[in-house]
């Protein structure tokens, strides 16, 4: 290949790269998906925010290991979990150990947990899952996470839904996945899942008229490069 020829073909690759690079722009995307209202005990219960759409099961679990699935509940305070004979609403670890598990549409970070029904000796098991041969599988788990009152006031259980706590979580306790559980693991353990932020890379074409030209000479560099080297 000629010198000539080379620096054509270098120009009209650097011509696509720069169409494309601008063709495409990632930004990182929150969500906050608030779970209270009155649809009841179900088998799951489905949201939408945005572009994001996320089931949400419950199951009973072992140290993250998902058991058997239980029901999942939505009550005005938030998600609990429950099984036959269980009459508490909420995700707690007495008996068996419960479980959520937040289903996505595509991969996301658990960033805040906002619970309600909690008292001072909870805490909160984050685990995130895999779909392997054998379905879902356990890939990080971060047991006792702790949780925080939002208000000073409501550091002592009061039995009133006005009982608020949150669990930011640190770098090392974020999981990223597209399944994602939050659950109890101590019969001390109880309190329901009120809130949720997740954050996700959302990349949005970016309309491209400006760099037409640039493509169209580009692709006619490369036309004419083809048609000298068949002759």
Known sequence: MSIRRNKFSTLAGAALVGVLATGANAATIHEVFHLGGHAGVASSHEYTS?????????????????????????????????FKGDKDHRVDGRGRDEMLLFSFNREVTLKFVGVSYFDHDDDVEIASYFMGKKGLTLDEYHSDVDLDPWFKSTW??????????????????????????????????QFKVAAIKVSYEHIAAIPLPAGLPLLLGGFGLLAVLRKRKSA
């Open 50 to 82: 945005g572009d994001l759409t996320m089931t949400v099961t419950a199951f009973q679990h072992n140290k993250g290991d998902l058991k058997s699935q239980i029901q999942v509940g939505q009550w005005s305070a938030g998600l609990g979990a429950q």
């Open 156 to 189: 002592f259980y009061n039995g009133s839904s006005d009982d608020h706590g949150q669990v930011w979580l640190d770098a090392d306790e974020q999981v990223t996945s597209k399944f994602i559980g939050i659950g109890a693991d101590h019969k001390d353990d």
